[in-house]
């Protein structure tokens, strides 16, 4: 395992066995997973456990590729215990902004640990924000803070859209949390990185005023 951490180890373990489970379990999969009916009704279990589970092998397997990538350098800088924080904060933050999204909407289901990992993903981009990113079907670099930015952006078009079978709401909350949670417990980069802060902000500035007008 070279130089893994045993806590990236352990979750991404959790997210394999869970999915697992839920991939041969249909009662399992159905219990625990991300259901606005369900939910209203008492089971809060689900704002979490749907996390874990996973639509299908390639979706579990993107999910925890990316999160390998990305995670150790959110470990390197906030540790185990704070990045923990951020992984299941980001997590909680993704699935409240979906369910407001969708909470009439009884039949509204979802799985998949995307928001918990855009919030890692923007919590690494806080920290480096100068770092190239490849893109599939784009041969250059991109620096990461535009990558993020552009994330963003996308997300809010995704949910206005409604594009694609994708929890875009889940995904742009994910990101807000790491987003809120990295500056709680960094808050130093408000001064190192003030001008990229201010610019990973403006995703979140638009999407607030556009619930706010109703466009979204």
Known sequence: MGGISIVLIVVIGINVLFSLKGFNDF??????????GAIRNGEQVRMVSSAFLHADT???FFNMLTLYFFAPLVLSYL?????????????LVGNLLSFTF???EYQYSAVGASGAVSGI??????????????MMF???????YLFGIGYLLFSIYGMKSKLGNIGHDAHFGGAVGGYILTLLMAPYLLETNFLI???????IVILFVMKKLGKI
């Open 27 to 36: 009662s399992f999969f159905e219990k625990y997973k991300f259901n606005i």
């Open 58 to 60: 390639t979706h579990l």
């Open 79 to 91: 540790g185990n215990i704070k990045f923990l924080v951020v992984y299941s904060g980001s997590l």
């Open 102 to 104: 969708h909470k009439n």
């Open 121 to 134: 993903i923007y919590s690494g981009i806080l920290f480096q924000p100068d770092m190239k990113l490849y």
């Open 138 to 144: 784009i041969p250059i670099p991109i620096p990461a």
């Open 197 to 203: 802060v201010g610019l990973l902000a403006i995703p």
